[in-house]
């Protein structure tokens, strides 16, 4: 095979459907987190997030034969992490870079221990009911959007119009400019009446919310099971499209998009190009190698809310 077969085959419509199906769940941690630290908090532990709302989305698909169960326990799992690290990092004023990373020590932990548990067994979760696909027949006829989108999860169409629903947050309503001074500005917030560690808390549960539901994507949509460090890096990698997209609605949705390109790029590229002349080894690293660029080279310009890490301290203002 030469070159030309060789990328005629790689970049394909496949390959572009797999992106819209890899990126669902970076997009709903990268969107969450975007919402975290929009209000002036750093939560590095939603990788952590991600893997306690796999379990739980398994879980509760698994023993209420339901995956709208399992993706509501998800959410609500999630929500659980994000009030234990909100507690932590904002009402005791933690450092939110430590506690992000002792929150997602524990969820690899606790996931490993409850599956053990649970099932008697490490590893694997049992097959569990998975989320319908949506088929739709006005994009049957449709060339390229139609077998792009037809057949993805059902939560694809509401997840790929979350960056037009958080712009309209963002800028069109006053919840929206008072999360965004509580990043930037959290004691000109106070001073107008508003509570900035409330603010806060609210922003970091939600976007914990949709951390947890992006895990359970992994777990009841993509797959139909949970296994262990099933979320493989991509809660980190949404932290990178963060920062990557300057913290803004559509530039961290086409982050997430490139990212889940890139990952969907690395399992075209072991199909099509033999271990023989390039190891697939170095494939499976480009999404990592690619996270590990932006941390380096984006993270100084991300565009963030100048007070983010900082914790508020109510008797300065």
């Given amino acids: 095979m030469n070159w030309t077969e060789a990328l005629k085959a790689i970049f394909t419509l496949t390959l572009l459907t797999s992106t819209v199906r890899v990126s669902i769940s970076i997009v709903l941690a990268g969107m969450g987190e975007m919402l975290t630290e929009r209000s002036g908090v750093l939560n590095i532990g939603v990788e952590g997030t991600m893997?306690?709302?796999?379990?739980?989305?398994?879980?509760?698909?698994?023993?209420?034969?339901?995956?709208?169960?399992?993706?509501l326990?998800?959410?609500?799992?999630?929500?659980?992490?994000?009030?234990?690290?909100?507690?932590?990092?904002?009402?005791?004023r933690s450092n939110q870079s430590i506690t992000g990373l002792a929150i997602y020590l524990l969820c690899v932990g606790l996931t490993g221990y409850l599956l053990q548990i649970i099932f008697e067994h490490g590893g694997n979760s049992p097959m569990v009911d998975t989320l319908?696909?949506?088929?739709?027949?006005?994009?049957?006829?449709?060339?390229?959007?139609?077998?792009?989108?037809?057949?993805?999860?059902?939560?694809t169409i509401p997840v790929l119009l979350l960056p037009v629903l958080f712009y309209?947050?963002?800028?069109?309503?006053?919840?929206?400019?008072w999360l965004r001074a509580a990043g930037e500005n959290p004691k000109a917030l106070a001073v107008v009446g508003k509570n900035p560690v409330r603010i806060r808390y609210v922003a970091t549960l939600c976007g914990s919310f949709l951390a947890g539901i992006g895990g359970a994507y992994l777990s009841i949509s993509q797959t139909s099971l949970f296994s262990e460090n099933m979320v493989a890096g991509r809660g980190f990698i949404a932290l990178s499209a963060v920062i990557f997209?300057?913290?803004?609605?559509?530039?961290?949705?086409?982050?997430?998009?490139f990212f889940g390109f890139m990952d969907a790029l690395q399992k075209t590229l072991q199909t099509v190009i033999p271990d023989t002349l390039i190891p697939r080894e170095l494939f499976m690293s480009l999404p990592y190698v690619l996270t590990l660029l932006v941390l380096a080279g984006f993270i100084k310009k991300s565009g963030g809310p100048a007070d983010i890490g900082n914790p508020y301290l109510k008797e300065s203002r």
């Fill in 73 to 92: 326990a998800a959410g609500l799992s999630g929500m659980l992490i994000g009030l234990l690290f909100s507690f932590i990092a904002i009402s005791l």
């Fill in 168 to 177: 309209i947050i963002f800028y069109r309503t006053p919840w929206g400019s």
């Fill in 51 to 71: 893997l306690v709302g796999a379990l739980a989305g398994a879980l509760g698909s698994y023993f209420s034969g339901s995956p709208w169960i399992g993706l």
């Fill in 245 to 257: 997209g300057g913290v803004q609605p559509f530039g961290v949705f086409l982050a997430c998009i």
């Fill in 132 to 155: 319908p696909t949506l088929h739709m027949k006005f994009l049957e006829n449709v060339p390229v959007l139609g077998p792009i989108f037809n057949d993805q999860s059902i939560i």
